[in-house]
């Protein structure tokens, strides 16, 4: 179809009620409105043409409120149908189907960029945004749930935790880490065996198995330094916050929420606390290394520890690269990114 230059209806100015006789004309891609027997062009910006519907005639909208009308439907779409004109160019990217896969591709690559980088950001603030008495609420219900499920009680001696409790309140003085308060928990550790754990309300719980695992108490020190540094950055509160903001976001895609986000907060509150991110491992064992460092202990001892760790698991740890609890970082890597931090703190004094 040809372009037809000119429209003849009917021009509203500026939301008047009252309507011109007028054409539309197009002038490159200009558009101008002129009044029926003068020669007098106003000048308008398109702003849409309203969807075809029977023989109701179209409007054709211009910013400032102005409306151009015309009957002739055949004349409107060819009037607009230009190879150039931005309007006509969306329709058809529209209709095309690059169109729709480009546009789904740039959808996902948005969700995974906010996955990637927004929603840590927002889960930061929002940990930083936590109030205290939430934090220790969540401690608490999850002690008790891990109490209840995993742990039994400790059978450590008393003068033992005594010292371990000492060594834990040197840790805690050089971190600097008073808010939340941190405490040490014994506990036996059941089916989760040697491990560590630390919740966001500044709880630390050390299982037997761990503490039999250690050949001499700077391993057991470098770990407890490294839950302290979980504690510190709030691991996992940011985790949690991830973990919910990613259910929410599978939720939307799948246009389901509501069940997805009740497991998600019902596994975290269990499980997700105790895995983290490698980033936050990173973070944790650079903490460790400096604490002990400032204590005069040994900062590579607790790698010692974790090797120890995965070789009761039936784990080489030479090949490990799922790690401790899964989501820690290989211990081949952990070593060698340990003794470079060292160095480099070596090198710094
Ligand atoms: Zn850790």
């Not at 029926?36 to 910013?63: C, M, W």
Request: hydrophobic letters at 40%.
């Amino acid at each position: 179809m040809s372009r037809p230059d000119i429209l003849k209806g009917r021009f509203y100015n500026d939301g008047a009620s009252e309507f011109l006789e007028a054409e539309l004309h197009h002038i490159g891609e200009a558009l101008y409105v002129v009044e029926k027997g003068t020669d007098q062009k106003i000048h308008v910006q398109l702003e849409s043409v309203a969807d075809r519907l029977g023989n109701v005639p179209r409007k054709i909208y211009f910013t400032g409120d102005s409306v151009f009308e015309c009957v002739d439907n055949e004349a409107v779409d060819g009037f607009f149908k230009s190879e150039t004109h931005f309007f006509s160019r969306l329709t058809k990217a529209e209709g095309s189907w690059k169109f729709v896969i480009l546009a789904t591709i740039a959808t996902f690559v948005c969700l995974i960029g906010l996955y990637r980088y927004g929603l840590p950001v927002v889960a930061q603030v929002a940990a930083n945004a936590t109030p205290a008495a939430v934090v220790q609420t969540m401690d608490a219900s999850t002690r008790e749930t891990v109490d209840k499920l995993l742990f039994s009680e400790s059978s450590l001696s008393d003068e033992r935790k005594a010292e371990l409790r000492q060594i834990f309140d040197e840790l805690v003085e050089i971190s600097g880490q008073t808010n939340p308060p941190m405490t040490l928990n014994f506990r036996d550790g059941g089916r989760l065996g040697a491990n560590a754990i630390a919740l966001p309300g500044g709880t630390i719980i050390l299982t037997d198995q761990l503490e039999a695992l250690a050949d001499n108490d700077d391993e057991l020190a470098g770990v407890l330094a490294h839950e302290i540094g979980h504690v510190e950055r709030k691991h996992s509160l940011r985790q949690l916050y991830r973990a919910l903001g990613m259910a929410f976001m599978i939720g939307v895609i799948g246009g389901d929420s509501g069940q997805v986000v009740e497991d998600v907060v019902a596994n975290a509150a269990l499980l997700d606390t105790f895995s983290y991110s490698r980033a936050f491992e990173t973070e944790s064992d650079i903490h460790s290394v400096e604490v002990m460092m400032k204590a005069g202990r040994d900062p590579l001892a607790f790698v010692d520890l974790l090797d120890k760790i995965l070789k009761a698991r039936n784990i080489n740890p030479e090949k490990d690269d799922t790690g401790w609890l899964s989501s820690h970082p290989g211990n081949k890597d952990r070593r060698e990114s340990v003794k470079a931090h060292i160095e480099q703190i070596k090198a710094a004094q």
